[in-house]
């Protein structure tokens, strides 16, 4: 008989089972069937398939294959080794219903039938024949480790059986190798009794095998099997889909017909059994186990892309997206048919402006044809991209303002696309005028890319160089003595290398000096304008020079921790003597910034004399808390996890927390809640499920900064 062979291509299949040959994947499906002959006599026939194309070479079928024969109470009697004849192999031909689907190019099948004949004579309970082997491909989607599962096929001969020479129906057809997805399928699974019994159909598991440690057991092992282990939401009553939509397969009791709409890829296994009644009796159930290819079946489609909108432009490239066809015929201005071509991605010109609907036939003039309509939009140029650059702030880094005045003639602006770019910098922004703040100088260059609301798109690109001051922190008030020098406004004379304009000029030495001697007769605020070399940064200040003895401080009044410290700044000055009172809690009372750490709440009073004996004096409040109590620790009595966004969990509140541990215990004493994290709250559930409302034990220790500690238990109640 001519081999034919039926290959459905999987890439994932063929690397699976490449790289798992060793254990001999192969095994595709089979089933068992007896004739009795009389006088005690069964031929009984067993008939395997295999995978050709991706089994394990080594897989062949077995020669001899071990057919063991149990009896009713499981225990082994004989085994039947039966011989392959070649003659009897071959190679299955594929069928579809459909004209215009092509069969897919990488299914290899191959069966084969083992036959002989047993003697069985009568025993209460009859007899099980058993052939068992391994491996199922390791590809099959809808099982659990299905390179470890193998194959069972077996069948029953009972006491009535024996008594009344039966013969177990003959299935009519093989089921087919694949299937198309989401394409309905009808397949018939009948069979014929050749004693003319009644015969009820339905789908049943498959029977689990040998393993990759025996996969070929001579004898079988024994009896009895457990059934495949399905995977997820597989199951006798979806086979192919685990619910993911489609028609589950299904099989008409009566008749044998198997229908559904599969719409997953892959491989999956199958179980058919038919029941044999007699006057009524169940005396007999055959079982057929194979595995189907579920792929797609190459149906004809027509597709292409092309810009959906042109702008500026008449010619347009077509890109062919159809699949399955070899011929095209296109029309570029559907319904008008003067323009047409046959190649598979054509370029064409148009006249004009406007819009045009474009036609694909993919296959014409075949039965199996199909037709692909989209439309291109050709636009004259209407849209022009700008916009207006401002610095808005060059002090540490450079804050840029853009102001778009971008312009269409046709429609309106929908969308803008703005990069930045300064060497390893890269700013993005979708607004109409966005802000732009960089932290990296040189070279910058500003992309916008501007779309209409018809699709068209037009960018502008602009560079200039990035420059910014850095801070140059000057005192925001300076005091002098009245009847001292003057005082210097900027003492560290940054920026030597930029402009500096100070006003007003009066009582200055220098309006143009980056730090000018001030002699003002009373206090006095000067402005400075410093700009940058490049002309590009220009950034303002302000200092106040008060003519009297001059001293700022802070805090002036601070509330800290117990245990904790806080820092005392007063202004800076190398020509100032500094002295803190009381000195108690200080580290040291003799300088600006000295640290203090009472332990009560405590004024401090500063006094500051210049070089010119002016004496200034400030005063600073500390207050000093202790948290690490109630109600400073709040713990809740009840909540209630319904997701309104008020009391939706258990949580320890404090601003002072630093450690904490909380454990909830349910009224039998199981721990249902624990964290370490301050702030994360308990949400009712226990295990992901939500327990029901109780009273709940609860139990908090935690750790306040600066080292108070505090713990308590107590009770919460959960409200749903």
Known sequence: MAQRIIRISFLIIAFFCLRNQAHATHIVGGEMTYTCLGNNQYQVTLTIFRDCYYGSPAAWFDDPASIGV????????????????????DTLDPTLDNECFTVPPDVCVHTTYYSTVITLPYQPGGYQLVYQRCCRNQTIVNLVEPLDVGATYSINIGDQALLECNSSPQFNNWPPLFLCVNQPFQIDQSAVDPDGDSLVYRLCNPLMGADPGNPMPQPPNFPPYDTVPWLGNYGVNDMLNAGMGGVPMTIDPQTGLLTGTPVINGQFVIGICVEEYRNGELIGVSRRDYQVNVGDCGEVTSSFFAPEVICEGLTVAFQNQSNNAENYLWYFDWPNGSATSIEENPVFTYPDTGLYTIMLIAEPGS????????????????????????????????????????IDTLTNIAAYDWQLTVGNTTLHSDEKNPVFALTEEGLATLTLVVTSGNGCMDTLVQEFDASFLDDPNLEDSLGICIAAGGVHLNPDNQFSDATWLWQPATSLDDPTSPNPLATPDSTTTYSVTITDAEGFCVIEKQVTVI????????????TILEGQSVQLMATYNPNYTYHWSPAEGLDNPEIHNTVASPTEETVYTLTVTDANGCVATRTVTIVVLTLCEEPFIFIPTAFSPNGDGLNDSFRVMGSNIAEINVIVYDRWGEKVFESSTPGQGWDGTFRGKALPPDVYGYYVELTCFGGLHFAKKGNVTLFR
């Open 367 to 406: 039965p199996c044809t199909d037709t692909f309509f989209s439309e291109v939009h050709l636009l004259p140029h209407s849209l022009f991209a700008d916009f207006e650059l401002e610095q808005a702030d060059c002090v540490d880094s450079l804050t840029l303002q853009i102001t778009d005045s971008s």
């Open 547 to 558: 003519v009297s003895p001059f001293v700022d401080v802070s805090p002036v009044i601070d």
């Open 70 to 89: 149990f009896d009713a109470n499981n225990n082994f009697l004989f085994q039947e080794l039966v011989g392959w004849d070649p003659i009897l192999n």
